[in-house]
């Protein structure tokens, strides 16, 4: 069963860090577009990052630009998204994607 499995969210202050990880179960993996997208309480599902396959080309939420890092590892077929600067309205559960294929979300909250 192809699977997307996030990890790494959490509870964390303002100005604090966390990289979120994400594994995907496909063995053609490294062809795939991946993405990050996160959805707030009360808010649609919007994109957070997405990376090309190969990694050249990366896109950003104009609002992560500068803070957020999108970042694949194809051998480990990975994909992982740092978080740095973070903000209470970055609170949101983390979803990613490839194509029609989601995984089930992690939470990351920032608050003190």
């Known amino acids: 069963q192809v699977q997307l499995v996030e990890s790494g969210g959490g509870l964390v202050q303002p100005g604090g860090s966390l990289r979120l990880s994400c594994a995907d179960s496909?063995?053609?993996?490294?062809?795939?577009?991946m993405g990050w997208y996160r959805q707030g309480p009360g808010k649609q599902r919007d994109m957070v990052a997405t990376?090309?396959?190969?990694?050249?080309?990366?896109n950003y939420a104009d609002s992560v630009k500068g803070r957020f890092t999108i970042s694949r590892d194809d051998a480990k077929k990975m994909v992982y998204l740092q978080m740095n600067d973070l903000e209470p309205e970055d609170t949101a559960v983390y979803f990613c994607?490839?194509?029609?294929?989601w995984g089930q979300g992690t939470q990351v909250t920032v608050s003190s």
């Open positions: 994607n490839s194509g029609n294929l």
């Open positions: 496909r063995s053609l993996f490294r062809i795939f577009t």
């Open positions: 990376i090309s396959s190969g990694g050249r080309n990366t």
